[in-house]
């Protein structure tokens, strides 16, 4: 039988609530999962996930950045890391026009 890390069983159900639509609880359960394990790079990723499905672009960015570092060539991160810049350049664009 095999065991898995309280870190990974968090991470895991981040990423079912990400499916979900249950955002809020996907961020509460990857950063559980991140302070159980800070180098739980899926947790890491999930949290970013979360945070921009939230419309957090601003807070989502730094943390897909870290996973990027973490992970360079893994094209899920490098997506969703552009995804997030751009929402942020759109979102910058949107204060520019208000001004």
Do not use: W
């Not at 609880?25 to 945070?51: M, Q, S, T, Y």
């Amino acid at each position: 039988n095999e065991k898995f890390s309280l870190d990974i069983v968090h991470s895991n159900r981040s990423a079912a609530c990400l499916k979900l639509g249950q955002h809020e609880r996907a961020l509460a359960d990857a950063e559980v999962a991140l302070e159980i394990n800070p180098n739980n790079l899926k947790a890491l990723f999930r949290k970013g996930l979360a945070l921009h499905a939230g419309g957090q672009y601003y807070t989502a960015l730094p943390v897909l950045g870290q996973a990027h570092k973490i992970e360079p060539h893994n094209k899920q991160i490098a997506q969703a890391l552009k995804f997030c810049e751009v929402r942020v350049e759109q979102d910058q664009r949107k204060r520019m026009k208000g001004l």
